[in-house]
C-alpha cells in the first residue's frame, strides 16, 4: 500500500524551529497564528507542532522578499537624468 500524504509530514517542536530560525518560541507560536507557518495543537496535554515543509516555505519566502526589497532599493538610486539621456553621465560608455 502506498503511504498517505499525511504520513510524510514531519512535525518539528516549536524551540526546535526557534533555533532554526535564531527567534523565540513566542514568536514562533505568532507566526503559527498569523497563519505564516503551519502548525497545530496535539497530544495531552496540548503541544504545539510546526510543519517543517512550512519553515522551509517561511524561509524561501523570507528570501524572496528580502530579494524583491532590495531590487526596489536598485531601482530608487537610478539616476533618472542618466535614464533619460540628459543631465551628468557618471559613466560614459
Not at 518560541?25 to 507566526?31: F, H, N, S, T
Amino acid at each position: 500500500m502506498p503511504e498517505s500524504p499525511s504520513a510524510a509530514v514531519r512535525m518539528l517542536a516549536p524551540a526546535q524551529v526557534a533555533e532554526a530560525l535564531g527567534i523565540s518560541v513566542d514568536e514562533v507560536i505568532a507566526l503559527v497564528h498569523e497563519r505564516r507557518l503551519r502548525g497545530a495543537r496535539v497530544g495531552s496535554p496540548a503541544r504545539w507542532c510546526v510543519e517543517e515543509q512550512s519553515v522551509t516555505d517561511y524561509l524561501d519566502d523570507q528570501a524572496e522578499e528580502a530579494r524583491r526589497i532590495a531590487l526596489w532599493h536598485q531601482s530608487q538610486e537610478a539616476s533618472f537624468p542618466e535614464l533619460w539621456g540628459t543631465g551628468f553621465v557618471r559613466n560614459p560608455d
